[in-house]
């Protein structure tokens, strides 16, 4: 399905490019399997959602597919995984064509690396109670532990990659740059897809710069880090988990607010870790479930100051979102202070408890 790329290609030139290749109804199912596999790997899949599902609708009733799932588990393995994470119910037990009379997973599948790999992410897309997967992830656990120093580099790297964090549990702007670095070695890559990713990457890095410096304004004019010296001032931190959620550009205020969130949960649970006295700790956890500004006068110091700026973002935030889709978030932002008392009551007592002894 290579194509090839004109070197002043646009981002929107590009993307119609592979949309038309994903919606080719005319294209072999297994290509456009594999077409998917590599959109989502070089962090495009946010671009692609409404031909990606037309796609899979075709391959869900392809006949091709289906014979093909009975022998290959490379196919099976990357059909099952592409439904799963796009919401497709699909059931674990097409997998069993892959077991032996005993019941256990055919030994001649260990030969098959990139169909091991593929088995191996399958398994972390499964739902509690579907023991087929937990076997499944042993059995290629295993043998791809064993295969580690009898491959190729490229793939050794992969199968380390995969061992260590599997693909369902990383960042996907990280995994893309790792996937964009490696086809940019790989003579056999799809040229016109790398070109794109990496034209998104840097606009989406661009952007996400932005919104990191946006935060950063905010955060020098809330002031907490200079009046809360006991406190951990690590924004960055915020903003990276906020970005692991959701990147996509179109979702920029819901990384900014996420990062806002973030932030003040860390700081009002050092408050609650290091700071206050247990009294005060409900005094200050009743402020916020009453969300009254007149509580303020109760509060020691620095709880004064947090609660302000705890009160004002969220309400800040509460207005941008109530103006721009209509709907009342501050109730849901407001429950940080009930849900840590009873965790640091708890503590609190067995600490006493333990001096008393």
């Excluded at 800040?316 to 979102?321: I, P, Q, S």
Aim: proline share 3%; hydrophobic share 40%; with cysteine.
């Amino acid at each position: 399905m290579q194509k090839k790329v004109p070197k002043d290609s646009s981002i929107r030139e590009l993307e119609e490019a592979v949309k038309y290749m994903l919606d080719d109804e005319d294209a072999e199912p297994l290509d456009i399997l594999q077409l998917i596999d590599e959109i989502q790997r070089l962090g495009l899949g946010y671009r692609f959602r409404e031909s990606t599902k037309c796609a899979l609708d075709r391959i869900i009733v392809s006949e091709k597919v289906m014979k093909k799932m009975n022998h290959c588990i490379h196919t099976c393995a990357l059909y099952f995984t592409l439904l799963r994470q796009h919401g497709y119910k699909v059931s674990a037990d097409i997998f069993e064509n892959f077991k032996d009379h005993n019941g256990n997973f055919k030994g001649r599948l260990a030969q098959d690396v990139p169909g091991m790999l593929k088995l191996y992410e399958a398994s972390h897309v499964a739902y509690t109670g579907e023991n087929i997967l937990d076997e499944a992830r042993e059995f290629t656990t295993m043998n791809l532990k064993e295969m580690l120093g009898k491959t190729d580099m490229k793939m050794g790297a992969r199968v380390r990659d995969a061992l260590e964090i599997p693909f369902q549990r990383r960042m996907q702007r990280l995994e893309a740059r790792w996937n964009i670095e490696a086809c940019t070695n790989n003579d056999e890559a799809d040229q016109l897809l790398l070109k794109l990713a990496k034209l998104d990457f840097n606009m989406v890095q661009s952007m996400l710069q932005r919104d990191l410096q946006q935060v950063s304004c905010w955060w020098k004019d809330v002031g907490l880090a200079n009046k809360l010296y006991f406190a951990r001032d690590r924004l960055m931190e915020s903003f990276f988990w906020s970005v692991g959620m959701v990147f996509e550009p179109q979702f920029s205020e819901c990384t900014k607010g996420l990062t806002k969130v973030a932030k003040l949960i860390t700081i009002i649970d050092d408050v609650y870790d290091v700071y206050g006295s247990l009294e005060e700790l409900e005094q200050f956890t009743d402020a916020i479930e009453r969300w009254d500004i007149n509580a303020l006068q109760h509060l020691p110091g620095c709880m004064k100051i947090c609660f302000l700026a705890l009160y004002n973002t969220v309400n800040n935030m509460a207005y941008d979102v109530l103006k721009e889709q209509g709907q009342v978030i501050v109730p849901q932002l407001a429950k940080v202070g009930p849900i840590k008392l009873p965790y640091m009551s708890y503590f609190h007592r067995r600490f006493q408890a333990g001096k008393a002894k």
